[in-house]
């Protein structure tokens, strides 16, 4: 699944939880924790940043798991996903392997009629290992760092963030040639 998708389906689950929490007065506690594991068959890979064009026999996994609480403080959503790859090329080149992936996500928020500071992190730290011959080709490594931070106040208690208080972006790509 692309990556934009799953921070919308993130953002979406954590709205709709919100949404669904008990009024800020209740005394009940909401809280569960989830997770899955998904195995991806091979596919042809063409988007690879830094070898887009280049075609890849790709498999992998992903590992979810996380939390959430709903009390009359607040709504809290942590989930941290796992990823591994290997991507071989269909013609010559490289094999990449994904390794170290984590991404966490966090999201906080009022109850809803009470208004408040709404957060949404993001961080992603990734890295695709170049191997040949079974061995590691250091100077032919991607490396992705990604933060994604928003703040926003819900001034009239519907759940949703009516001023913006910091919305930052921020990434850093490194790409075997040297680029970024």
Do not use: W
């Not at 010559?92 to 170290?100: H, R």
């Amino acid at each position: 699944m692309p990556r934009l998708l799953r921070y919308a389906s993130t953002l979406a689950v954590s709205s709709a939880c919100l949404a669904l929490s008990p009024a800020a007065g209740a005394t009940v506690i909401d809280k569960g924790s989830f997770s899955s594991f998904e195995v991806f068959p091979e596919a042809i890979i063409t988007d690879l940043l830094c070898l887009e064009g280049t075609e890849f026999l790709g498999t992998g996994t992903e590992a979810i798991r996380g939390h959430f609480v709903d009390s009359a403080e607040g709504f809290h959503f942590e989930q941290t996903e796992k990823h591994t790859g290997r991507l071989v090329p269909v013609g010559d080149g490289l094999t990449y392997v994904e390794q170290g992936n984590v991404e966490q996500i966090v999201f906080n928020a009022p109850p809803l009629g009470g208004g408040g500071v709404i957060t949404f992190t993001l961080v992603n730290n990734d890295a695709f290992v170049a191997v040949e011959d079974g061995h590691i080709v250091g100077q032919a490594q991607i490396r992705i760092h990604q933060r994604e931070r928003f703040t926003g106040i819900d001034t009239d208690g519907d759940g949703l963030a009516d001023r913006v208080m910091v919305d930052v972006s921020s990434g850093r790509l490194t790409c075997p040639n040297g680029g970024e």
